[in-house]
C-alpha cells in the first residue's frame, strides 16, 4: 500500500501542469528525453484493480481496468521493451538494458490484481512481478482498514455510535466530517488490533456494516477489499507472473535483525505454495526502510528491494533501493508519457521534486 504524497510539479493544478507538458510534448521535449534516459532503466509500481467503484473510493489504491489496459496499450504502442525484474537486476552492474526498458511491478496481492490485471497482461504477454504480503493471502478475509474506509465512504452522511458496532466501544460520530471520521478509523483500528485475530476483525468489520445499513455480505462476496487466495496466486505465477516477499504483515521491523528475518521466513513460508523456488526478490511495505535495514537483505538471501522513491534506475545503482514511478487513477495518460519519456526524471536530476 502506498504511502507518499505527490511532490510539488504533480501536486500543482491540474489544467496548469497538463498545458506545460502538451507544450513540452509539441516542442519535442518528451521526445529529448525519451533520447537523453534511453539507457536508464523505469520500474513502474501499481496496487489492486478495482472490481465496482473502489477506484472512486482510493485512486491511489486501486485503478480501473480500462485505466490500466490503456497504459499497456501505451507501452506496446511507443514500443517501451517490457523485461522481467531477474533479467533488469542481471543488467544493472553495466546497465545492459534495451533502450526504454521498463519492469512491471504490482505490490500486495489485491484480488482486482488478480482478476482484472493479470489478463491484460497476459494478452499483452508482458512479464510482471507482484510482491505479496501474505497474512490476508492466508487468512481470506477483509483487509481491515481498507474495507472500513471503504464502508464509511460509502455511508456518506451519517451519524455513527461506536457503542452500537461493540459494547466495549462507545462515543457518537459524525461521518461527514473529515477530522472525526479519522479519529473514527483510528478508534476502529486501535480495537481491530486488540482483537489478535481476523476472523475476530472481520465480525467487528461486519457490526460496523450492519451499523450503517451497508450489506457486508455483498462486499465479502465480491471481494472488494480482500486479497487473492493462495490457488489464485499460484496460478499467476504458474502463467508467468513472478510472485516475490512484501513481508508477512505488510511491515519491516526495525527493532533488530531477527525480527525481520521472522517477517521474512513467515512471508517465505506462506507463500512456498505458490511454487515460485526462487523468491529473492523484495519490496519494502509502505516504502519504510532505513540505512541499517539495507544490510540486512543480503543475509536473507534477498537480491533487490523496490522503493517508492520517484525515479529512473542508472548502471551501477544499488540493487536495494531501486526507485519506482507509482501509477494510479490519479495520474493522466499524459502524466504517465511524460514519466516514461524521461521528461519528469531531467527535472528531477535538476533537483525539482515530482
Ligand atoms: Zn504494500
Redesign the pocket.
Known sequence: ??GVSDGRLRAMKKPLLRIILRLAKLTGLFLLARRLTAGDLRILCY?GAALRDENHFSPGLFMSKETFAGRMDFLARQGYPVIGLDAAIAGLPSGDWPKGATVITI??GWFGTYREMAPVLRKRGFPATL?I?SYYLEKETQVFNVAVNYVLWRAGRQTLDLAEVSDELGGRYDIADARLREELRRRLGDFADSLGSAEARQELFRRLCETLGIDACWIEQERLCAFMRIEEARELQASGVDIQL?SHR?RFPTQSYEAVEAEIADNRRALAPVGNPALRHF?Y??GDYDERQISWLPRLGIVSATTIKAGFTRRGDSPYELPRFLDSERVSLLEFEAELSGFFELIRRCGYAI
Open positions: 500500500m502506498p496496487h505490490d500486495d510482491y504480503a512484501h505488510h519490496c511495505p509502505s
